[in-house]
Structures are given as C-alpha cells and as structure tokens.
C-alpha cells in the first residue's frame, strides 16, 4: 500500500514549517541543526527548495568568496536530499531564478566558484526534469555560456565542462542513438550530423524531422555541442569571428582536451557501465600527459 504521509493534513503542520521559515529568514548565521531540519522538511514538501535556494542565494553577495561557497554547499546538501528521497526536483522548480544564480557565479569570473557550481550540475543532472534540464543543460550551459566555459583559461573549470557536455547533456547513449538512425559516425572533423536531414550550422532540431518525443532534447544537445565546437574550429582556422579573439589561446588545447574526454566516453558505452566516471580535470590524471600530435590539434594521445 501506500505509506506516503499527507503532511499538509497533519494539525500545526503549516504552521510548524511557518515559524521555521520565519526562524531561518531572521537567523544571521543558518546553523547546522537549522540546515538538518530544511533538508528533512523537503522530504515533506519538496516545493520547499525554492524558497531555500531564493533565501540563501538572494542573500549571498557574490563577491564574497567565502559566502558564494557556503551557498553553493548548502545547494549540495539540499539536491543531495533528493537523491536520498530517490525522487527528481519538483515541476515548480523555479529554474529561471536558479539561471540567474549561476549567471551571478559565472560574473565573478573565480574560477574555484565556477568549477563547484559545474561539480553540482554534473553530480545532479538527474534530478532535472525535460524542462528543466533543456533551460540548464542546452540554453544556459551550451548556448549562452559555451565559449566562455569551453575555453576558460582554467583548466579545472575547462576539463569540468567537458565532462559535463560529454556525459551529462544526454540521457539517451549515443550508441542507441546511432543505432536507430539519428546520428551518424563522426567525419573526418570531428563532427556528428544528423542522418536525416543534416542540420549543419544549425542550432536546433529541423521542425520536420520524424523524431520519437522522448529523443528530441538528447538530440538538440547533440546538434549544439557538435555546432559550437564547429565554431570554434571555424574561428582558430580564420574563417570566422564568432567569440572574443581572447578565447582563442585555449582553443586548440580545449578541443584536444574534449576529444580526449569523448573518447573516454566512447569507452565508457563499449564496456556497458553505468555509473559515470567522476570529475578529473586531466592535469589530476596520475602519471599520464597530453601528448598533442596532429597538426591540427584534432587528435591526442595520452601515454603513461
């Protein structure tokens, strides 16, 4: 049966959350037995992680390093509450305000902000649901932030993003993508077309291709990552100017890097594992070096 509790019908229920909300409003400094009770009350009304994310980022200056930190480990805590609950974020998450915070860390331009804020989107992706995850994962990450997050000149911030793009943007494998027609092998540029039609410089799925629904956000995450990483190729070659010449002086080491990472990828879906690997920006990688060999700088190897 169902052994669910209706909480809202419990007598002095609302009003108990009511006077802690207040409490935690009013409190200089949330305390840990303040953070212990927030993140049992989400067990009982998960819609209660937007006022937390609200009230703590809201009050967050983002110039204050040290606050930023406690905000981002305090947004761990509570999306770590949901994967104890085994249940995704709720459908009123309010993600344009939770756009807005990430937007707020990306200003600071603090690479160890940066790298922690990107740590929890890929420890969390799951918790998103469709609408969500494509105002996160495609629109913000991918086409408002790509350049800038995809050559950032640090290389823990950098290495974060590729993973991120590589095992997080889609929930579908590639594999099975393939495998049903959607996409096709990679050419001779490192880049993934769409069988049917080919959206090349394209940013979306074209409205008439015959796509299962349940596909559509896997393929546009693949359709953004492939075309940026297109642009960025386009621009190192003098072809075009498409984001501040500044971002050039990592470009050639970010795309090794990412085909670094998307052959690990590819490793990965060949061994038929589940759990993802864990963040590991290459410089961490123990006793191994990018060897950067092609003149191009397409292709890598990394050697012990």
């Given at each position: 049966?169902?052994?669910?509790?209706?909480?809202?019908?419990?007598?002095?229920?609302?009003?108990?959350?009511?006077?802690?909300?207040?409490?935690?409003?009013?409190?200089?400094?949330?305390?840990?037995?303040?953070?212990?009770?927030?993140?049992?009350?989400?067990?009982?009304?998960?819609?209660?992680?937007?006022?937390?994310?609200?009230?703590?980022?809201?009050?967050?200056?983002?110039f204050n390093i040290a606050a930023v930190i406690d905000s981002l480990t305090k947004l761990d805590q509570w999306f770590g509450a949901f994967v104890k609950m085994n249940c995704n974020l709720p459908e009123s998450f309010d993600v344009e305000f939770f756009e807005k915070s990430f937007d707020a860390v990306l200003s600071t331009d603090h690479h160890q902000l940066i790298a922690r804020f990107l740590h929890i989107l890929y420890g969390y992706s799951d918790l998103f649901t469709e609408h969500a995850r494509k105002r996160l994962y495609v629109d913000l990450l991918i086409k408002k932030h790509f350049f800038k997050l995809f050559l950032h000149w640090d290389d823990v911030v950098?290495?974060?993003?590729?993973?991120?793009l590589v095992f997080k943007l889609t929930r579908t494998r590639t594999s099975d993508l393939r495998s049903k027609g959607y996409l096709i092998q990679e050419d001779s540029e490192g880049d993934t077309k769409f069988a049917k039609p080919s959206v090349k410089d394209r940013m979306e799925i074209p409205k008439n291709t015959n796509i299962d629904p349940k596909f559509e956000l896997d393929l546009l995450a693949?359709?953004?990552?492939?075309?940026?990483?297109?642009?960025v190729r386009s621009q190192l070659r003098g072809d075009i100017k498409a984001f501040d010449e500044s971002l050039e002086v990592y470009g050639r080491k970010a795309v090794s890097e990412y085909n670094y990472y998307a052959s690990q990828y590819e490793m990965w879906e060949d061994k038929g594992l589940d759990k993802v690997p864990n963040l590991a920006p290459l410089s961490f990688i123990n006793g191994k070096t990018i060897n950067f060999t092609s003149a191009s700088d397409r292709f890598f190897s990394v050697h012990k």
């Open positions: 049966g169902n052994n669910s509790i209706d909480w809202i019908k419990i007598f002095g229920y609302k009003q108990l959350v009511d006077r802690f909300l207040l409490h935690f409003k009013e409190a200089e400094v949330i305390t840990k037995p303040a953070m212990d009770c927030s993140i049992l009350l989400l067990s009982t009304d998960p819609n209660l992680i937007n006022f937390f994310i609200k009230f703590q980022f809201s009050r967050t200056r983002m950098r290495n974060y993003y590729h993973q991120l693949c359709t953004v990552i492939k075309t940026s990483i297109r642009v």
